[in-house]
């Protein structure tokens, strides 16, 4: 019932707003903080909002696991905020996911609260594994309440690319000093996004006869900062408009936690149907996501960084 209200309840919207969210889409990046790789981790987050800006995008969401924020990686935490990134509180420490008693998950919390507090860009946004749809019903709904209570705005993701695969294949044909050719690889990288972004189009517009609002989640790799700008010049050719986060996540009409309690992938499961809407955390990389990403490098005559 819950869930035929919620359909009608959109189909009414893109009557009155047919165009209002057309092909708008959201950059957010996850595995922040991480230690360096073929890139040094400070390089690659400066060239990464470096490239950003220079292809016109000048705020993206940065989803921040309090853990990897220590006296090494301040200086990039620093960069995210001093350039205005949308900062999003991702716990303290995604292994208490596993933890049978919910008030584990507020202590995780406030540990990333009280350090994210101090920055500028961070406003109470959050992301935590519980709000991806997956885990037990009644832990996911006290956290639910806890967020509501404590004036957290619940963030979401409807498009994840396993573009951290692509790269694990890049630095090892690096660290074993070989060459790659970087362009047929950014060529590869940005067809694999697009792909995923063109399919959620397709079908939401499909169900819902609009194009709704994409959150498209990558990670801030090596890859992502070479390739970013040939990503959003491949959106902005296919009429899509990237926009900042704060957008979305402060508008309640669109962001659906505040339409329904809703998160965003067991909405999907009502209304779209989409298979990201039906993962389980962790979100690993399948053998059939795997063999998908090989033929995207062998398109590009890449064989060479496929395992043997």
Known sequence: MRAKYLSALFLIASQFFPCAYARDIVLAFDSTLTRSTALDGTARTKMLINNMA???????????????LTANTINRMMYYDETGQLIVNASHNYSLLHRAKSYGYPIDIMKAENALAPYVNYHN???????DGGGDAELQQQLQRYLAEHNYFPVYVTTQVHDEYMNKLYQARIESGRTVDIRALEKAYVKMIMDKVLAYDASAYLRLGTSPRQVLLLHENDLAAYCIIGVIDALNE?????????????????????VSNFTVNLLNRYLIGLPEAKRQWPYMTSKKDQAEIHAYLREQGLEGLIPQ
């Open 238 to 258: 296919k009429g899509f408009n990237v926009i900042a986060p704060e957008k979305v996540f402060t508008d309640p009409v669109v962001n659906p936690y505040f």
């Open 54 to 68: 220079r292809a016109d995008v000048k705020q993206a969401m940065f989803l921040i696991k309090t853990k990897t």
């Open 125 to 131: 946004h959050i992301t935590h594994p519980y709000l």
